[in-house]
Nanobody, 127 residues
C-alpha cells in the first residue's frame, strides 16, 4: 500500500485559507484515486473531495456540496503529492482532515472504499 502523510493544518479565522498537503511514498499517486476526508468530534468521517485519473492529462474531481467552490484539489505528480487548497473557511470546516488513496477504479465517495490513509492533520476555524 501507498504510505501517506498529511501536513498543513492549523488554526485560522473564518474566511481564511489553508493548504493541506499529502505526501505519498511507496507508490506513485498519478493514477491512483485520491480522496480527502474529514472527521469532526462526534461525527463520522465524511467525504470532502475525490480525484481520479481518467485519461492522459485528465483528472476528474468531485467535491462535497459543503465545500464546492471553496476547496480545490491539486496534484503534483513530480513531487508525488496531493494538495487541498481551502479558501473561505468556516467554523463548520473544523475537523481532522485525512488524505486517502485507493488502487480501485470504483467511483466512490465512501471512506470504506479507500484502503490507504494518512494520520490526519487538525484544522480549526475560529469564529
Amino acid at each position: 500500500q501507498v504510505q501517506l502523510v498529511e501536513s498543513g493544518g492549523g488554526l485560522v479565522q473564518a474566511g481564511g485559507s489553508l493548504r493541506l498537503s499529502c505526501k505519498a511514498s511507496g507508490r506513485t499517486l498519478s493514477r491512483l484515486r485520491v480522496g480527502w476526508f474529514r472527521q469532526a468530534p462526534g461525527k463520522e468521517r465524511e467525504f470532502v473531495a475525490t480525484d481520479r485519473w481518467v485519461a492522459r492529462y485528465e483528472y476528474t474531481t468531485d467535491y462535497a456540496d459543503s465545500v464546492k467552490g471553496r476547496f480545490t484539489v491539486f496534484r503534483n505528480n513530480l513531487k508525488n503529492t496531493v494538495a487541498l487548497q481551502m479558501n473561505s473557511l468556516k467554523p463548520e470546516d473544523t475537523a481532522i482532515y485525512y488524505c486517502a488513496a485507493s488502487e480501485s477504479a470504483i467511483e466512490s465517495h465512501e471512506p470504506a472504499d479507500f484502503d490507504s490513509w494518512g494520520q490526519g492533520t487538525q484544522v480549526t476555524v475560529s469564529s
